[in-house]
């Protein structure tokens, strides 16, 4: 019985800490290279997304490219 609920235990934590290495939200950037790495793909769809005459396709298509490079497909949605 102890090594089940040995294992248990293990399974369970890893389950909690391995989110913890990889993280794609953009406010850890300070903590996490993925994290950073989005944190960047969104601070230059924000620059370029100022300028005057910027086409918004390719801006998208652009983000959407960093954030699939970066590992962070998901934070596509952060353009709505």
């Not at 913890?20 to 406010?27: E, G, K, N, S, V």
């Not at 100022?50 to 390719?58: H, M, R, V």
């Not at 490219?65 to 962070?72: I, L, R, V």
């Amino acid at each position: 019985m102890n090594k089940f609920a040995f294992v248990t235990a293990a399974a369970l934590f890893a389950g909690m800490m391995t989110p913890a290495f990889a993280d794609c939200d953009t406010r850890k950037a300070d903590e996490d290279k993925q994290a950073a790495a989005a944190s960047k793909c969104y601070d230059e769809y924000l620059a370029r997304a100022q300028n005057y005459g910027a086409d918004k396709d390719t801006l998208r298509a652009n983000f959407k490219a960093c954030n699939e490079k970066a590992g962070c497909s998901q934070n596509d949605s952060l353009l709505k």
